[in-house]
């Protein structure tokens, strides 16, 4: 008996001996930085891009290698050079989808070639900058990348302007991040501009990647197992981002000058977001939505939330997506929101015979939404709307700050975050003094929200 057990021993010793799976990189790009790492991360580590373990060895001939010990099964991975803004991109610089390999068991090696790092030849216009690789979202206990584009007189007029936020930022901007094309907002929008338009700030935030239907579903789908946090990652837009944007820029920070827009899942969470914060967002660009992925509930969402505001929500879809179910899925939820007591003048959708769900579409259908959602309004009127008549003092303070010409308000609340995001104190405002002497010394954005629409943002120092 002690045989057999010390013989099925080593046999489980030898098999784990040979269940090795070898990645061996045997080309690299030329822009490779000398002498920095490259890691491997993938579901058989918890895809942590910087892991000090899975770093490839140099082979000294321009070759790398390491060798894992995956379960059996598919293996999911990507290279690095130690974060995800350094990951292995495609053969243009741009987003490369996960490297997938099913793994059966004993000792392989699996051949493969870096083409490039993500970010090399850049499409992004002048006027996009990164408003923070790293921006806190404290509803959900994470970080993203945030992109900001500016009009093109943004830095030689004092205009206030409307504001856009959008989903799966690495895809508006810039080929080199995108998944396969991108939709060309900036120089849609920079030609626009060219052609008379006001102008109109856009904010790109990220999806999270092996998150993304987590993030922009807003209930979990039980086939799937997946999403469930889009009220929260809305609920971060409308309480975190917008007021750290409309505290930092000059925005028109009402609701009849902020949109929210994005594609299949986008499109889903963005009809979600206009529904539920119609004091909000007035605008919405849904475009190929997966309502699919949350049938029933966005469909009874959006009939059983009572219409509080006038809005503007420009639907598309091509008539081969799905066979045709994204079609029917608009036109259902066109009569949904009719029968919820919205006018047919608030909605518009468009249907196209060569429609995909795609960027290349989603890129060419852009400009038209854009203009049918922000066009019509007084923005020369609006923009001469100035937030300088309040007065915030003394700024710095160490205990408390005084309001003057503080403008009526309707059940006044307020909300101060740290300039990453974080709460750091919330109350009603009582008065016009708020007292700030037990925050730590730094930099706060403070949010005064009327009915809980945010109507004043402002930066404010504690010392």
Same mark, same amino acid.
């Given at each position: /008996?002690?045989?057999? +057990? +010390? ?42 891009? %910087? &892991? ?39 053969? *243009? ?13 004993? %000792? ?32 959900? &206990? ?8 500016? @009009? ?27 998944? #396969? ?10 030609? +626009? =501009? ?36 889009? !009220? ?13 944007? &409309? ?7 009402? *609701? ?45 969402? *959006? ?16 008539? @081969? ?15 949904? /929101?009719?029968?919820? !007591? =919205?006018?047919?003048?608030?909605? /518009? ?13 989603? %890129? ?68 016009? #003094? ?6 730590? %010394? ?6 005064? =929200? ?14």
């Amino acid at each position: /008996m002690k045989t057999r +057990l +010390l013989l099925l021993l080593l046999l489980c010793a030898s098999a784990q001996i040979f269940a090795q799976l070898t990645l061996k990189v045997i080309a690299i790009p030329a822009s490779t930085p000398p002498g920095e790492s490259i890691h491997v991360a993938g579901n058989f580590q918890g895809w942590n891009p %910087a &892991d000090p373990a899975y770093i490839l060895t140099d082979n000294g001939d321009g070759t790398f290698q390491i060798t894992i010990n995956p379960p059996v099964g598919l293996v999911k991975y990507k290279f690095t050079r130690g974060s995800w803004e350094t990951v292995e991109g495609n053969a *243009s610089g741009g987003f490369l989808p996960d490297r997938e390999y099913n793994y059966t068991g004993g %000792a392989v090696t699996e051949e493969v070639e870096i083409l490039t790092w993500e970010g090399q030849n850049s499409t992004a216009a002048a006027n996009v900058h990164l408003l923070d690789d790293n921006f806190y979202i404290p509803q959900l &206990d994470r970080y993203r990348r945030i992109w900001i584009y500016q @009009p093109p007189d943004y830095d030689s007029s004092n205009k206030n302007y409307p504001v856009l936020y959008m989903h799966d930022g690495q895809n508006l901007f810039d080929a080199a991040t995108s998944f #396969s094309g991108e939709w060309e907002v900036d120089e849609a929008l920079n030609q +626009l =501009f060219v052609q008379g338009d006001y102008g109109c700030i856009v904010l790109g935030i990220d999806n999270g990647g092996a998150l993304r239907i987590d993030e922009l579903a807003p209930w979990v789908n039980p086939d799937y197992n997946e999403g469930g946090e889009g !009220g929260a990652y809305v609920d971060f837009i409308v309480e975190t981002l917008k007021p750290y944007v &409309d505290a930092n820029y000059r925005t028109l920070p009402g *609701s009849d000058f902020t949109g929210i827009m994005g594609s299949s899942l986008g499109g889903l969470v963005s009809q979600y977001g206009i529904i539920e914060h119609q004091d909000v967002f007035s605008k919405a660009g849904i475009f190929s939505p997966a309502y699919w992925f949350n049938d029933p509930e966005i469909f009874d969402h *959006s009939a059983n939330t009572p219409k509080t505001a006038a809005l503007k929500i420009y639907s598309l879809a091509g008539y @081969p997506e799905g066979n045709g179910s994204v079609v029917d899925d608009v036109n259902h939820m066109e009569s949904v /929101m009719l029968n919820n !007591g =919205f006018d047919s003048q608030e909605l /518009m959708k468009v249907f196209h015979a060569d429609g995909e769900h795609s960027e290349w579409y989603w %890129a060419r259908e852009f400009p038209a939404a854009y203009e049918w959602l922000f066009g019509g309004l007084d923005l020369s009127a609006a923009s001469q709307t100035s937030r300088g008549k309040l007065r915030l003092y003394p700024n710095p303070t160490d205990s408390v700050l005084f309001f003057e010409n503080l403008p009526p308000l309707r059940k006044p609340t307020y909300r101060i975050s740290a300039i990453d995001g974080r709460l750091a104190q919330k109350g009603k405002l009582e008065g016009t #003094s708020i007292n700030v002497g037990k925050l730590p %010394a730094g930099a706060y954005v403070l949010t005064v =929200f009327s009915k809980r629409k945010p109507v004043i943002a402002e930066k404010i120092l504690v010392k």
